[in-house]
């Protein structure tokens, strides 16, 4: 009988300025498209601006800028995802 508590994670492994971070999938609701929008001006560096999803507004924040790190330009992410709390970008 195998343990598979210990064998398999299964998750989204999204591509970063300088690191791959990885998501569980119980954390990610869905992928989404790209959106236009103008960047918030007044927010902290890591708050790029709202993105909508579901008839809602969701915050779509930068996780390198999060870390501290330079955050890339939200006007062309390489990848978005949406969790239940806010949409990544990667």
Excluded: K
Excluded at 50 to 74: K, T, Y
Aim: charged share 15%.
């Amino acid at each position: 009988m195998h343990d598979y508590r210990a064998s398999f994670l299964t998750g989204l492994l999204l591509p970063l300025a300088d690191r791959t971070l990885i998501l569980p999938n119980v954390a990610v609701a869905e992928l989404i498209d790209y959106q236009r929008g103008e960047p918030a001006s007044d927010a902290p560096p890591w708050y790029l601006r709202s993105v909508a999803w579901r008839d809602r507004q969701l915050p779509l924040i930068s996780f390198e800028a999060a870390c501290g790190q330079p955050s890339p330009s939200a006007s062309a992410p390489a990848s978005w995802c949406s969790t239940p709390w806010a949409a990544v970008s990667a």
